[in-house]
């Protein structure tokens, strides 16, 4: 079992940024991919961002690419999602994940996917104003 809990989250002002925090407690954090995923009203969750178990490699979807960076630090159990020159249109609830990864893997085959990852934190609002 994984407990993850999200923080950071806030109101910020277009072009403005913000650092989200995902702590994880319980099993190895390292053992697992991290994921980051957002939801905003009467949509469905959607991909933000994904990073392996070691951090060597992250895959961004297209919509952040190039103002979001995910990253991990293993000796803190954190994942993060750095979030740069906000748009209104990034308003949402944001979710942390874990999935378990390797060959074979759900994750493996399809990162973007909600199904992929075995736990989900509470998630964090993010308000972007214009």
């Known amino acids: 079992q994984v407990h993850l809990e999200e923080s950071g989250g806030g109101l910020v002002q277009t072009g403005g940024s913000l650092r989200l925090s995902c702590a994880a407690s319980?099993?190895?954090?390292?053992?697992?991919?991290m994921g980051w995923f957002r939801q905003a009203p009467g949509q469905e969750r959607k991909f933000v961002a994904t990073?392996?178990?070691?951090?060597?490699?992250?895959y961004h979807a297209g919509s952040v690419k190039g103002r979001f960076t995910i990253s991990r630090d293993n000796a803190k159990n954190t994942a993060y999602l750095q979030m740069d020159s906000l748009k209104p249109e990034d308003t949402a609830v944001y979710y942390c994940?874990?999935?378990?990864?390797?060959?074979?893997?759900?994750?493996?085959?399809?990162?973007?996917?909600?199904?992929?990852?075995?736990?989900w934190g509470q998630g964090t609002q993010v308000t972007v104003s214009s």
């Open positions: 994940a874990a999935a378990r990864h390797g060959d074979g893997s759900r994750w493996a085959a399809e990162p973007e996917s909600p199904s992929a990852y075995d736990y």
């Open positions: 990073i392996n178990w070691s951090g060597t490699n992250t």
């Open positions: 319980g099993r190895t954090f390292d053992a697992y991919a």
